[in-house]
C-alpha cells in the first residue's frame, strides 16, 4: 500500500481538496503525507531605485501566504490525526512540473495527489496545466482531484 503520499499545494480549492482526498486515504494506509508549497519567483526587471522594496513587499506576501496554507495543512494532520510533513521549496528558476518531479523522487513518494481545475479547450491551451504535465512526467502513480465548478461557471447550454 501507500507509506507516503505527496501533496503539492498553492492555496487555491483545487489543491484543498486534493490534501483531504490525500488525508482519507493516508488515514486508511497508515501513511505520511509530505505537502509541499512550491514558491516560483518570476523574474522581474525592476528600476533599482524603487521597484526593490516593491519587490520585497511581492517576495514578503507570497511568503506569509506559503505560511499560511502549510499552517492550514499542519492543523489537518493534527484533526486527521495522521502523520505529516511539510515544506515550502523554492523553484530557483526551474518550472513547478520539474521542482514537483523532483521532490517526489526525492521523498520516494509512493502516491501523489494533485488538485486540477479541470479546464478545456482553448483554457488549457492558454493557461496549460500543471496537473496534466505532471502527471505525463510523473514516475508513479499520481491521483487527480478536481475542483468541483461553481454553477456560474457552467455554460447555459448545458
Known amino acids: 500500500m501507500y507509506r ?15 490534501l483531504e482526498e490525500a488525508l482519507k486515504i493516508a488515514q486508511a494506509a497508515q501513511a505520511t503525507v509530505v505537502v509541499i508549497f512550491v514558491a516560483e519567483h518570476a523574474a522581474q526587471m525592476v528600476d533599482v531605485g524603487t521597484g526593490l522594496v516593491e519587490e520585497q513587499a ?23 490525526n495522521v502523520r505529516g510533513i511539510t515544506r515550502t521549496i523554492d523553484a530557483y528558476g526551474e518550472d513547478i512540473v520539474t521542482v514537483l518531479c523532483r521532490v517526489a523522487e526525492e521523498c520516494e513518494t509512493d502516491l501523489v495527489v494533485m488538485g486540477t481545475h479541470g479546464r478545456h479547450g482553448i483554457g488549457r491551451v492558454l493557461l496549460g496545466s500543471v496537473a496534466e504535465a505532471f502527471l505525463r512526467r510523473a514516475g508513479m502513480p499520481v491521483l487527480l482531484v478536481r475542483r468541483e465548478r461553481d454553477m456560474d461557471e457552467i455554460p447555459s447550454y448545458l
Do not use: N, P, S, Y
Request: with cysteine; net charge negative.
Open 58 to 80: 511581492t517576495g514578503t506576501a507570497a511568503a506569509e501566504a506559503a505560511m499560511a496554507t502549510l499552517e492550514d495543512a499542519r492543523a489537518l494532520f493534527e484533526q486527521c
Open 4 to 18: 507516503r503520499i505527496l501533496v503539492a499545494i498553492d492555496g487555491r480549492q483545487a489543491a484543498k481538496l486534493a
